[in-house]
């Protein structure tokens, strides 16, 4: 009996010392622990170094908790290494690896992108154009129906070149839009060319300007201001039947009428002949026919007078007919010294053919006026034409300036 348990101690003695041997020599051996450390942090330095991607989800379906963990420690350097692509213009490889970034941390990813494209637009206006245009072609490789990279290269080509095929890109891309972002960039398409115009006319590049609105009004027949902008290009030009025929339809309107009958008006000057129109001698002044507002109304012709003037007694009588526009009060030097007197605005004056609308006249009495005139005619008028006063033969004699 003692024997049986002395084996039976025995026994399990040798068994305790067996597990302690087992259990101490595994605590003591961290090697294997430590080197899959070592090799999971040197993947991922040579992951950077070389080609930094993540598997597409189409691939490999949703990420598991240890994938997005790894992931996620992967991002901070990751968009480092994109943005070391970018500096060094190494845009192919930028674009793809891009594409990989935006499948899992689509919005880093599309940042990312707004930040670049803001750099590549402010390059193309400061004249980097081949750096602009080699990211563009990268990213439109890429991805052929990429909205911001179109617009882009669509405006960019418009500014610089004036190009008709950007116009169409232009007004294409806007198309596809709905709602607010189809008016954000209505509105920036309409001020984008409207600049370009403005620098073709302070070039009188008057060819390119007319090829440019010929093209816009096939988009937008109904443009006012491109219809009024290509009438003046016609008659910069000389070609005065196309600039009437446009102005025409002008006629009337609410707020270009005025700046279209201007324009006619200039033109009918250019067509003017020289004409000779009688006057009437009166001690050493001499008087002229003419119509105001349509109204017939006889002035006396003073060159020294910038201003034309009305009798104060003829406003009064005829003021409800001709129903001119109050402008201001001014100071008028007279021959009895100065004095305060009104001016008004009228639609136009003419002599025969010869005629300015929009003229102002200053209403004040006339200490000469013996009833035969109703006023002064001044330079406000005659300096719009080459005029003469042939005293011998008792004419007026205008005709168009050169």
Known sequence: MRTSRLIFFLLALSLSANLFFFVTSQEQQPAPAQALGDDLNNQLVNDLAGSVTLDSPSKTGPMSKSKQSFAHLRLEPQLKHLQQLFELNQFDRLVAEWESLLAYYPDQALQLKGQWLAEIKQGLRAKEIDRGLLFLDAWSTRFANDFDVEWIKATDQFRRENRIDS???????????????????????????????????????WTSLIKLLEHLLWYQ???????????????????????????????????????????????????????????????????????????????????????????????????????????????????????????????????????????????????HNNGASQGLLGMNFLKHFAFNLDQDKQHLILQPRD
């Open 167 to 205: 116009v169409d890109a232009m007004f294409s891309l806007v198309d596809q839009l709905s709602g607010v972002e189809h008016e954000i960039y209505s509105h920036q398409k309409n001020t984008i060319i409207e600049a370009q115009l403005g620098t073709l006319k302070s070039n009188s590049d």
């Open 221 to 367: 027949p109904s443009n006012d201001l491109y219809i009024l902008e290509i009438a003046d290009a016609y008659f910069q030009l000389g070609q005065y039947q196309q600039s009437i025929f446009r102005l025409e339809s002008l006629i009337g309107h609410a707020y270009y009428g005025k700046r279209a009958q201007k324009l006619l008006d200039e033109l009918n000057r250019q067509s003017l002949v020289k004409a000779m129109f009688p006057l009437i001698k009166q001690s050493a002044h001499y008087l002229i026919e003419g119509q105001l507002n349509s109204h017939e109304i006889t002035l006396l012709i003073d060159t020294g007078a910038s201003i034309s003037v009305l009798s104060e007694w003829f406003f009064e009588q005829k003021k409800s007919q001709f129903n001119p526009e109050f402008v201001r009060h001014a100071i008028i030097d007279t021959a009895g010294g100065r004095v305060e007197a009104p001016i008004y605005r009228f639609e136009a004056f003419a002599i025969g053919e010869y005629r300015v609308r929009d003229i102002e006249f200053v209403v004040m009495a006339l200490s």
